[in-house]
């Protein structure tokens, strides 16, 4: 039984796109989550509120929001519906929820 073409050329890129989100994956190692886990508590923000915009890995917030530095971590911080969210600077997108 042969395959046609088309159907093996598309399976190759779905493996390949899944491969490209993989690598993009964040890696939060559990020190850079005590450093900012502490450093947060210490400084506290007063929370956003941001009317439809749901709170997940990924999500990337708009530029109106101010982000905040956390010493010695590559990742900023913000209070977004009294909930802390770790974001990328460059792409401004969420890496981690913290409850």
């Keep these: 039984m042969r395959i046609p073409l088309t159907s093996t050329a598309a399976a190759l890129l779905l493996l390949a796109g899944v491969g490209a989100v993989a690598a993009q994956d964040v890696v939060i190692t559990p020190e850079q989550d005590?450093?900012?886990?502490?450093?947060?508590k210490k400084q506290p923000l007063a929370s956003v509120n941001l009317l439809g915009l749901e709170l997940n890995v990924g999500t990337a917030l708009?530029?109106?929001?101010?982000?905040?530095?956390?010493?010695?971590?590559?990742?900023?911080?913000?209070?977004?519906?009294?909930?802390?969210?770790?974001?990328?600077?460059?792409?401004?997108?969420?890496?981690?929820?913290?409850?």
């Design 62 to 99: 708009p530029d109106t929001v101010k982000l905040h530095e956390v010493p010695n971590v590559k990742y900023r911080y913000v209070v977004i519906d009294n909930r802390t969210v770790l974001v990328d600077p460059g792409t401004r997108k969420i890496v981690k929820v913290y409850d």
């Design 34 to 40: 005590t450093v900012v886990r502490k450093y947060v």
